[in-house]
């Protein structure tokens, strides 16, 4: 199956020896890199029309399978989850989600659950600008202090 690398290190495919997708766990029986593209043959899935029922769905690894990145580099599902705060302490949400753009990656916050209520999703800018400290094992993001980026829009 042809598979869309989601990763700044499309190499890793050729080394996986197994996989998840559609929650069941596959042994990879063969991987290589063309045109962008990882092409990866499952064990199970033999056929075309096989590989195109899972059209859409993530190939997940097992977080023990990926290898460890530079100093100040995170895989995206470290980040999901993590409670986002202000440098001051003022809990601001929960990452639930980071978006890839040309520019940079971008964490999608959802309010906290001790704020007002009615809060929309924000959208944050993965950089020195604006992420000032990233804690994995405190599980906690500290972003600068932007009280007009985390106030409640004026509703009419």
Excluded: K, N
């Excluded at 069941?24 to 990882?38: D, F, H, I, K, M």
């Excluded at 599902?77 to 302490?89: A, D, P």
């Excluded at 659950?113 to 600008?129: K, M, N």
Aim: charged share 30%; aromatic share 8%; hydrophobic share 40%.
């Amino acid at each position: 199956m042809r598979v869309y690398p989601l990763t700044d290190h499309p190499e890793r495919f050729l080394c996986l020896r197994e996989a998840y997708l559609g929650g069941v766990r596959r042994a990879v029986r063969r991987a290589r890199l063309a045109a962008g593209w990882a092409i990866v043959h499952l064990e199970g899935i033999d056929s075309r029309e096989e590989a195109a029922s899972y059209r859409g769905q993530l190939l997940e690894v097992d977080p023990g399978q990926v290898p460890p990145l530079p100093s100040g580099e995170f895989y995206w599902f470290q980040l999901e989850g993590l409670r986002v705060l202000s440098v001051t302490g003022r809990e601001l949400g929960r990452v639930v989600e980071v978006l890839r753009t040309p520019a940079h990656d971008v964490l999608v916050v959802a309010p906290s659950s001790h704020g007002r209520g009615g809060a929309e999703e924000r959208l944050v800018p993965f950089t020195r600008e604006f992420v000032t400290a990233v804690d994995l094992e405190g599980r906690q993001i500290r972003l600068r202090d932007v009280p007009e980026f985390w106030s409640e829009p004026d509703r009419e």
